[in-house]
């Protein structure tokens, strides 16, 4: 079973507002994902990371950044909250081997006022 | 880059019916192809992953083929339930990046 979390699971901010979502493994893998969702929405790779201190942006422009200095943790920050930014955020991992199965975690609900 | 698309958007089928979802993928090197669920407010589960060195899967009422040849998958579900209501989201994965397509929304109505 995967073991993969994300917290907070619910967050309502004001604008202007710092905030860090962070995601946490204990399967050891090396690639991680985070998306980013509208209700009813497809998801949207907004970064990700092949391992520590390698990051990358993903398809769709966002404001926000990530860090990757331990292989368990891959928070995403943004600096400063606005109302664009209410959606929900998704992590993920990826094994590597035969099929490189992808786990995601339950995900972060995001309301800027 | 990998586009993924999704067809149909959305589905409504009455219980016990089979039924065919389809994904197509513009990037034939893709190395493997996965199907997700997605119920309303929560994350994804994935249901089956197929290696490019396949042609398909088998899990329960699901089966999922893959033709890299002509870009396509799809996710047949058999004996459909209104458990099975959810939103299917098809994944490609080329070289290290995932790309999603934008679901097909299932309702099974009893």
């Known amino acids: 079973e995967a073991d993969i979390y994300q917290t907070p699971r619910y967050l309502v901010i004001g604008t202007g507002k710092k905030i860090t979502l962070e995601c946490s493994q204990t399967m050891g893998h090396d690639k991680m994902y985070w998306y980013q969702q509208d209700p009813g929405m497809e998801l949207h790779l907004i970064h990700y990371?092949?391992?520590?201190?390698?990051?990358e942006k993903g398809d769709l422009s966002s404001e926000s950044t990530v860090s990757r200095i331990r292989t368990e943790h891959f928070p995403l920050t943004l600096e400063s909250a606005r109302p664009s930014h209410t959606s929900q955020y998704l992590c993920a991992t990826q094994s590597t081997g035969p099929g490189e199965t992808q786990y995601f975690g339950p995900g972060t609900r995001l309301l800027v006022l | 880059k990998q586009e993924v698309t999704q067809i149909p958007a959305a589905l409504s089928v009455p219980e016990g019916e089979n039924l065919v979802l389809n994904c197509s993928f513009t990037d034939s090197a893709i190395y493997n192809l996965q199907w997700f669920r997605q119920d309303p407010g929560k994350g994804l589960t994935s249901l089956l992953l197929i290696q490019s060195s396949q042609r398909e899967q088998t899990s329960g009422r699901l089966n999922a083929s893959l033709d890299k040849s002509s870009g396509r998958s799809t996710l047949y579900i058999a004996a459909s339930q209104p458990g099975d209501s959810a939103t299917y989201l098809c994944?490609?994965?080329?070289?290290?990046?995932?790309?999603f397509g934008e679901g097909t929304q299932l309702t099974v109505n009893p």
């Open positions: 990371s092949y391992g520590v201190n390698s990051t």
């Open positions: 994944e490609g994965t080329s070289g290290s990046r995932l790309t």
